[in-house]
């Protein structure tokens, strides 16, 4: 009962939105509800993943795709309507599982991303992992024109982004830097890289946020995510989660980890509902989450200290 009245509810606000001109960006999911007010907790979508090889724009690595399903697990359907795209890129020297708990969340609140298990050795090659992001996006774009795919038809390939951590985030800034596909970028803890994440930073004039935590003994924020947001032209925001460390960014931590004065759980709720409120913000098109991006918010949110320029 309790369901059926908040599904009724939702569909009431979806009218008055749609009444004061909010829309989703063009090409984006309109089977996605009014996000609550936490976007920290699972949306509405069961999750699921499909483990595949990605072949597109010259490159070729495996990867695990999490999207929203039918049902959930291995294989399913992916759920109806049309999803935006995300490419991710992991950490130096980390599995792609470090990051499941985000992903998987991602899924839930209605988005397709493809996470590269390439570039994950001792040598990475930066500018390399960059061109397996966007190729990640080309393979999407083409998986949705391909019949038969498991993903044609589902992708709404004028709302694709990049995200990832780290050496992924540095990467997934390049990546932006190189594709006008990108519609907005969102980063964990990003790096500099060679060649210069920073440097990228100040060519893109898509949306960007850099989330670091102020206890980072890794890529600290003042050495990495400060002077990539320095360097980009509006809009950037820069969220720095108080107490958090770079590896409380992954679900586990392994050699070389850092820690914080905050716990892990703290910093990955955090997160989540950081960056899910941005990219259904830039990607989907939500105009009803501009608080909780930019507005008093999004700059008076407990635990994250707020810089941004709209």
């Not at 039918?70 to 309507?81: D, E, T």
């Not at 969102?186 to 102020?214: D, K």
């Not at 941005?278 to 608080?291: A, E, I, N, P, R």
């Amino acid at each position: 009962m309790l369901r059926s009245t908040v599904r009724i509810i939702t569909a009431v606000l979806l009218a008055v939105a749609a009444g004061l001109g909010f829309a989703p960006a063009a090409g984006a999911s309109t089977a996605d509800p009014v996000a609550p007010q936490d976007l920290s907790e699972p949306g509405v979508h069961a999750v699921a993943y499909t483990d595949l090889t990605v072949s597109a724009s010259g490159r070729s690595y495996s990867a695990r795709v999490w999207y929203p399903g039918a049902s959930a697990g291995a294989n399913a359907p992916v759920a109806a309507g049309v999803h935006p795209g995300l490419a991710f890129g992991h950490g130096f020297f980390q599995g792609i599982t470090q990051y499941e708990s985000l992903l998987r969340h991602y899924a839930s609140w209605g988005f397709i991303t493809v996470v590269p298990k390439s570039q994950g050795g001792l040598f990475p090659n930066h500018s390399a992992f960059a061109d397996d992001l966007n190729a990640a996006l080309t393979w999407l774009t083409t998986q949705n024109s391909t019949s038969g795919s498991r993903f044609a038809g589902a992708v709404a390939t004028s709302s694709l982004g990049v995200s990832g951590h780290s050496m992924g985030g540095g990467a997934a800034l390049l990546a932006a830097s190189r594709n006008p596909a990108v519609k907005s970028v969102s980063t964990l803890a990003a790096a500099e890289t060679n060649p210069s994440a920073v440097a990228a930073s100040g060519t893109l004039r898509t949306p960007a946020q850099y989330l670091g935590g102020s206890e980072d003994s890794i890529a600290g924020v003042a050495d990495h995510q400060q002077k990539m947001y320095a360097a980009k032209p509006a809009p950037a925001q820069l969220r720095v989660i108080t107490g958090g460390f770079h590896c409380g960014f992954e679900d586990s931590s392994g050699f070389g980890c850092d820690s914080g004065s905050i716990s892990r759980a703290v910093q990955q709720k955090a997160t989540r509902g950081v960056t899910t409120a941005w990219l259904l913000y830039t990607l989907v098109g939500q105009s009803s989450l501009y608080d909780q991006v930019w507005g008093s918010t999004a700059q008076n949110l407990p635990g994250v200290v707020f810089s941004g320029k709209p």
